[in-house]
């Protein structure tokens, strides 16, 4: 079997190269392998020094994400990496690319650092609910202070190791040539006689003791009661660095680690890090090229419109928008500077880029303008007739190879591409709502959708920083039908006895930033409606329309499912009124508690979720949970709701599902999917590859 540490002997200094690509993480083979190359190298009496490099395109990115929650096979990180701080001849880390989490951990056990400037060091695992576990709560601190290593740990944000308070923790940073600067590195401690030295003895950075006291006070003060665990433990063992000897530091970490590794919450982060690897995996990416892209046609300014003309035009792309008429244009027109300001004072855009950006904008009133566009999106046209009328419009102007995209989410693309003789080129392409805040595109493929034009999209889509997930080509799209779905449990539950804010209350304590009723009433009821209409939903809405017919339209009119004031929104007893003479009409129900709400809301979107697997309509249930998470502000740390599902208990959902089929409605009725799951003791997981 091959080995993944590389074992070479160079003038008394033995080079142990890290070889386990993509990124060096600490897997099993490599702990066992880097131990066996460490004892080497102690026996070898003519080894000096010993530097840790890594191979490939960065030193170290960790620990193996894949192995935790998993059992413990020694040797265990924190373990190894003593036996190198403990090595009697010097060790020195040489790192470019990046050493984050565990990787850096490993660089502060070693006795001496050489760094690339421009290599990422950071410390991630916060960002999968998780703290630095391989004694980096410990050594960081002892080399930085409180200050920085709390801000790394708890930020889990990554800096270049040539910058700022990052340089603490380095000897020697070069610009290039790694290898030589640490070989000559190496060649100095020996001709010198420098000894070994051990970070666990550092005192630098606990030093000014108040410094330290002042960093966790401000850190506590900063994460308040409550909030995600990870951050805090970090704090606390930051806090136990300075208080406690090395030994019962590292083990008051190893706890910490321990509690959380087991963690839902860390579970569900573990899972979002592989869904958001996996979705960029698609089958097109292996047969598909890139096609050039240096002008976007947008045709309509609408809210997505002018939405998609900003962000193109923020990429440096030249843009080409198309409206049907002079006035439709100046309002677009109007649309798209106000975004562009926004864009300047959210500090998304600079003043200086703001102001030349316009000269890459041209604004036309006839389609012909887009005959050199490399791209075009349609972002106008309501229904399928009018948006079959625009493709087949636009097959006679564009050139040959550009992409023709629906930004419409109920878009057949099989059937605009029959509009076209350029069926290959056609897919859609949907960006969630507001374009400027949402990271989602869903890419629609159809039937005769090519590699290249797909590729060719979702690297469009990554090029304006969003995130795309690859869905068929056939009306509705992944947020639309979950909405839609959560949306219809909701309305239930409010038809069997809840009130509205006391859904949207259960709904933010699960973690949504709104409640379902509060987010209608940002959105407007009449979209709502309409979205409820195209999802199927007809006869699970007429508590909705009573309210639109009573002129409670949202937010704009100052009432909807709230009332607004200019203190903000209030529970409206004639909401109440209307809820009772409808349930009056229907037999009300059996007041659901807060538990009952968030399980029949999850099991909904889970159910649905399911339906768009089973149909072939998007390719894994995590690639939903990554779409629910950018483009509707899933909670991240329930891992989305197939995950979330998953973590639940797939068998309590089906019940809870079937429970609300008995009345005959079979929106209700669980998936055969979710069925099959259950039957063979499987998860939603299990499906993601
Ligand atoms: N463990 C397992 N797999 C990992 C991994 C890790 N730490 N880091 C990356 N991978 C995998 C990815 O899943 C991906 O796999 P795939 O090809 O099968 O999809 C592959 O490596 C390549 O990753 P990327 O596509 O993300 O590569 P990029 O070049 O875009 O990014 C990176 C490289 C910046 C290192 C990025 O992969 C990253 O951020 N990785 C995670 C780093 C991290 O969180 N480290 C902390 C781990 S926890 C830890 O160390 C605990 C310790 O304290 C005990």
Avoid at 107 to 119: G, K, N, Q, S
Avoid at 230 to 248: Q, S, T
Avoid at 366 to 388: F, H, K, N, R, T
């Amino acid at each position: 079997m091959a080995l993944t540490v590389g074992y070479e002997v160079d003038e008394g200094v033995a080079v142990l190269s890290l070889q386990n690509p993509p990124v060096n993480a600490l897997g099993i083979a490599l702990r066992r392998d880097l131990l066996a190359a460490f004892e080497t190298a102690l026996a070898d009496r003519s080894v000096r020094v010993i530097v840790l490099i890594g191979q490939g395109k960065l030193f170290c990115a960790g620990g193996d994400i894949s192995e935790f929650g998993k059992p413990f096979k020694a040797p265990w990180v924190p373990e190894l990496f003593n036996t190198v701080e403990q090595s009697t001849k010097p060790v020195i880390a040489a790192i470019h690319g990046a050493a984050l989490g565990g990787g850096m951990e490993l660089a502060l056990a070693c006795h001496y650092r050489v760094c690339e400037a421009r290599a990422r060091i950071g410390f991630p695992e916060v960002s999968l609910g998780l703290l630095p576990g391989a004694g980096g709560t410990q050594r960081a601190p002892r080399l930085c202070g409180a200050e920085t290593a709390l801000e790394l740990m708890i930020t889990g944000k990554s800096v270049a190791a040539g910058s700022g308070a990052a340089r603490v923790f380095f000897d020697l940073i070069v610009k290039e040539g790694l290898r030589e600067a640490a070989m000559t590195f190496a060649q100095r401690l020996v001709e010198k006689g420098l000894p070994v030295r051990r970070t666990r003895d550092a005192r630098n950075g606990l030093k000014d003791a108040a410094a330290y006291q002042t960093a966790i006070a401000k850190w506590r003060k900063r994460l308040g009661k409550g909030g995600a665990e990870a951050p805090g433990e970090i704090l606390r063992c930051v806090e136990a660095a300075a208080l406690l000897p090395f030994d019962v530091g590292m083990a008051f970490e190893r706890a910490a680690f321990d509690t959380l590794e087991q963690s839902e919450t860390s579970r569900a982060l573990r899972h979002v890090f592989f869904a958001e690897n996996k979705v960029a995996k698609i089958p097109e990416a292996k047969a598909g090229h890139a096609r050039a892209l240096e002008q976007i046609g947008v045709i309509g300014g609408g809210t997505r419109g002018a939405g998609l003309v900003a962000l193109s035009l923020m990429a440096g792309f030249e843009v080409v928008l198309v409206e049907k008429d002079a006035p439709s244009l100046a309002r677009a027109l109007t649309r798209l500077r106000r975004l562009l300001d926004r864009a300047v004072s959210r500090g998304q855009l600079s003043a200086l880029r703001r102001d030349g950006i316009e000269a890459l904008l041209h604004g036309k009133t006839d389609m012909v303008a887009l005959s050199e566009a490399d791209l075009v999106i349609v972002a106008a046209g309501g229904d399928a007739l009018e948006q079959g009328q625009i493709f087949a419009q636009l097959d006679a102007v564009v050139k040959d190879g550009a992409v023709l995209a629906s930004a419409s989410p109920f878009a057949d693309i099989g059937a605009l591409a029959e509009r076209t003789g350029c069926a290959e080129d056609v897919l859609g392409l949907h960006f969630s709502l507001p374009t400027q805040m949402s990271d989602l595109v869903e890419v629609a493929v159809g039937p005769a959708s090519g590699a290249d034009a797909v590729v060719t999209a979702t690297t469009f889509a990554r090029k304006l920083g969003k995130v795309p997930v690859r869905v068929l080509g056939v009306p509705g799209r992944i947020g639309g039908r979950l909405m839609a779905a959560y949306q219809a449990a909701a309305d239930r539950l409010v038809m069997s006895g809840a009130l509205p804010q006391e859904v949207d209350r259960a709904m933010r304590r699960w973690g949504m930033a709104l409640g379902p009723y509060q987010l209608a009433d940002v959105m407007g009821l009449e979209r709502v409606l309409a979205r409820q209409e195209e999802c199927g939903h007809d006869r699970r809405v007429a508590l909705l329309r009573a309210l639109i017919k009573d002129g409670r339209l949202g937010r704009k009119t100052s009432k909807g499912w709230y009332r607004y004031d200019a203190d903000g929104g209030r529970v409206d007893p004639e909401v109440a009124a209307m809820i009772a003479s409808l349930r009056g009409q229907t037999g009300g129900g059996s007041f659901p508690d807060e538990s009952d709400i968030q399980r029949l809301c999850l099991a909904a979107m889970a159910n649905e979720g399911a339906r768009m697997v089973e149909e072939g309509h998007v390719m894994r249930p995590g690639d939903i949970d990554v779409a629910m998470i950018r483009g509707f502000a899933f909670p991240r740390w329930r891992g989305g709701p197939m995950q979330a599902a998953d973590s639940a208990g797939l068998l309590s959902l089906r019940n809870l599902l079937r429970t609300c089929a008995q009345d005959g409605d079979a929106f209700w009725r669980p998936v055969n999917l979710l069925d099959d799951l259950i039957k063979n003791g499987r998860h939603f997981s299990d499906l993601n590859g």
